[in-house]
């Protein structure tokens, strides 16, 4: 085995990283979460070392900065001191709101609504996230229509625009089109499984 870089790592956190969703979604019991949020931490922990040995940053360093992330981005829950705020606001729109707002003095150069989405993010759920962003920014007509019933599909092009379709039509009704399409698809393979068992 090669020694170990951030790009080396990569691929073992992503897949730690849905081991945890698959956990979650699948209703395993707390032991198993906890050994699988452990497994996620042992990923981040080895990435600060690698930054450590670098000269750049450790461990310690990232605590910090996240600390200091949430206090300045929640002045919703928190003081500027780190303290609890005496109330909240009421709804989770209103928390959006004012995370947004906060993010945008960070950043005001930043214009673009799609600025920060990851590329890498799976296709359904960067969609969705899309979405998410150009309603923030006002664009509700970047909605997408609801997905056309029986139409046939022709080209990969139409295709993509059906799926956006969906993602849309999903999200407009509180559903994340991610986790369900992993949910059909442990349930087909849970169906494959039970029906190719020998007798």
């Known amino acids: 085995m090669g020694a170990l870089t951030h790009e080396s790592l990569v691929e073992y956190l992503l897949e730690e990283s849905f081991e945890v969703a698959e956990t979650i979604e699948t209703g395993a019991d ?111 007509q970047a909605q997408s229509p609801e997905p056309p019933a029986g139409e046939p599909v022709e080209t990969e092009e139409a295709l993509g625009e059906l799926l956006l379709a969906v993602v849309g039509s999903a999200r407009s009704k509180g559903f994340d089109a991610e986790r369900a399409l992993r949910g059909a698809v442990r349930r087909y393979q849970a169906t494959y499984e039970s029906t190719a068992a020998p007798s």
Do not use: C, Y
């Open 30 to 140: 707390d032991a198993e979460l906890q050994g699988e949020l452990g497994d996620v931490l042992l990923q981040v922990v080895l990435h600060a070392r690698l930054a450590e040995e670098r000269g750049s940053f450790a461990f310690d360093d990232v605590a910090r900065g996240l600390s200091a992330k949430m206090v300045r981005r929640n002045p919703h829950v928190f003081r500027p001191d780190g303290s609890l705020q005496e109330s909240f606001p009421a709804t989770v729109e209103e928390i959006v709101q004012k995370w947004d707002a906060v993010k945008r003095t960070e950043r005001p150069e930043r214009k673009d609504p799609f600025e920060g989405i990851p590329h890498a993010l799976p296709a359904l759920a960067k969609a969705q996230k899309a979405l998410d962003r150009a309603e923030r920014a006002g664009f509700r």
